[in-house]
């Protein structure tokens, strides 16, 4: 598992670490059942808070991607098709979003973006 804290970005720590570890539960490269670092491991190695490894992981727990077993540790939860599913459908959202915005402001329609989007299927 590969985590990268930047500083710079604006971005609360225990948020990048969600956000990273989610992505790989989510792209298949966290396998089901895979042990993560313990809470203690992961501060020590990103030189971190353990309370704020603590809190990303249990927001990770909380929403599903992992789960923990006392005395053993974390690990990734099964996959549930219905929280990816929701999780892509409001990553689609922002991306319509901002779609919206963008084609606002060069002035184009919705036929617009359609035909735009039919012209990048056939290809």
Do not use: H, W
Not at 29 to 39: G, N, V, W
Not at 106 to 117: A, V
């Amino acid at each position: 598992m590969y985590i990268f804290i930047d500083n710079k970005s604006g971005i609360s720590i225990y948020e990048q670490i969600y956000t990273q570890i989610k992505n790989q539960i989510i792209n298949g490269s966290l396998k089901e059942d895979e042990a993560l670092p313990s809470i203690r491991n992961l501060a020590k190695d990103l030189k971190i808070s353990v309370i704020t490894t603590k809190r990303a992981y249990d927001e990770l727990e909380r929403d599903g991607f992992i789960y923990t077993v006392a005395g053993k540790g974390c690990f990734v939860a099964p996959k549930n098709v219905e929280l990816l599913r929701e999780e892509n459908l409001r990553k689609i959202e922002e991306y319509i979003e901002k779609i919206m915005q963008l084609s606002a402001a060069c002035n184009l329609t919705k036929q617009d973006i359609i035909d735009m989007i039919n012209i990048m299927e056939e290809e």
